[in-house]
């Protein structure tokens, strides 16, 4: 069984910036492709951000992308998402993944676990 728990959501201003962690644990993920994805109410899952194996290669929503950076410790199996110059539209439920895969996927079908999600909130 693979656990995923996020941490580190809160709420901020506009501007601000937070700092979301994952843990991982019950496999290993140095090899794993992980990223977030954050949910609104009455909303699709969104794709965020995602980051492979070898934490080289990252990808990103347009929408975050030049304010938001993902990154990740392998030794300790910890996932981060460094987010910047928050914006309202910026509020959501985000959610850490994980999936054995060799390609990042940016639909929520293509990851087979998911943290239970951490409450960002950005007033305007």
């Known amino acids: 069984q693979v656990q995923l728990v996020e941490s580190g959501g809160g709420l901020v201003q506009a501007g601000g910036s937070l700092r979301l962690s994952c843990a991982a644990s019950g496999s290993s993920f140095g090899s794993y492709v992980m990223g977030w994805f954050r949910q609104t109410p009455g909303k699709e899952r969104e794709f965020v951000a995602a980051?492979?194996?070898?934490?080289?290669?990252?990808r990103y929503a347009d929408s975050v992308k030049g304010r938001f950076t993902i990154s990740r410790d392998n030794t300790k199996n910890t996932l981060y998402l460094q987010m910047n110059s928050l914006k309202p539209e910026d509020t959501a439920v985000y959610y850490c993944?994980?999936?054995?895969?060799?390609?990042?996927?940016?639909?929520?079908?293509?990851?087979?676990?998911w943290g239970q999600g951490t409450q960002v909130t950005v007033s305007s």
């Open positions: 993944v994980a999936d054995p895969r060799f390609v990042i996927g940016v639909r929520p079908n293509e990851y087979r676990y």
């Open positions: 980051i492979k194996w070898g934490g080289t290669t990252t």
